[in-house]
């Protein structure tokens, strides 16, 4: 069984474009969650899908970032007109919710590491 | 107000110390999970331990055990006999059921640096 994957895992770009980044969950898992971290912090959390359905949004996620995940499979998370304070690294995490209120362990992917210029 | 805190920022010890990290949570839920979580210098989170509020239970694994105190809002992780490979950052995090939605985000403390000295 492989781990969460994430694509790119560096991604350099300039003041103002527009960045996708892209997570596959372990195959199994139901939920799949976004979280950003920068250097010296602990991960803050973005937003969480449970199948193709978008459950919750942090609010300090601005409408500059958007996500999908539109067959319960995989999920992009695009960041528009990009800011330098965007420059972070973003991890991806997959677990497997029972729907009985326990949810599993999340399982993170290596991350994709954001520079913006 | 933060709901996970790791009061200690970093701490260095020689191999084969006894080292504790200190973990104090808040939330107004009655069922929650908290977990750890450690970051080696490659970066990827490694999951450590789930622990569901009603199981008080200690638990160990290995050289590694936790205590969990409700009472004073607690999930303390020691490693025995540390060893090298043990230097990371290491995270505490809370799991709710708050909003309506079951135990989705995981709400992380700041990290704790270890460093383990040959």
């Known amino acids: 069984d492989t781990g969460v994957s994430q694509n790119p895992r560096h991604k350099i770009t300039k003041r103002g474009q527009n960045v996708t980044f892209r997570c596959d969950p372990i195959?199994?898992?139901?939920?799949l969650y976004w979280y950003r971290q920068t250097l010296g912090q602990g991960p803050e959390f973005l937003t969480y899908?449970?199948?193709?359905?978008?459950?919750?949004k942090s609010r300090l996620l601005s409408d500059r970032f958007s996500a999908e995940r539109p067959k319960g499979s995989f999920s992009t998370l695009e960041i528009q007109r990009t800011e330098q304070g965007d420059s972070a690294m973003y991890l991806c995490?997959?677990?497997?919710?029972?729907?009985?209120?326990?949810?599993?362990?999340?399982?993170f992917g290596p991350g994709t590491r954001l520079t913006v210029t | 107000a933060q709901k996970v805190t790791q009061a200690q920022t970093e701490i260095s010890v020689v191999e084969k110390e006894d080292v504790t990290l200190d973990c104090v949570y808040e939330?107004?839920?009655?069922?929650?999970?908290l977990f750890w979580y450690k970051q080696p210098p490659s970066g990827e989170l490694v999951f450590l331990i789930r622990?569901?509020?009603?199981?008080?239970q200690n638990e160990i694994s290995g050289r590694y055990s936790w205590n969990f105190q409700k009472s004073t809002s607690s999930f303390n992780f020691t490693i025995t006999a540390s060893q090298v490979v043990d230097s990371a950052v290491y995270f505490c995090?809370?799991?709710?059921?708050?909003?309506?939605?079951?135990?989705?985000?995981?709400?992380f403390g700041q990290g704790t640096i270890l460093t383990v000295h040959p």
């Open positions: 995490a997959s677990s497997s919710y029972t729907g009985q209120g326990y949810n599993y362990e999340q399982y």
């Open positions: 195959s199994e898992h139901n939920r």
């Open positions: 899908f449970q199948n193709e359905a978008q459950l919750e």
């Open positions: 939330t107004r839920d009655t069922t929650y999970y």
């Open positions: 622990r569901n509020s009603f199981d008080e």
């Open positions: 995090a809370l799991s709710e059921s708050t909003g309506g939605t079951s135990y989705g985000k995981l709400t």
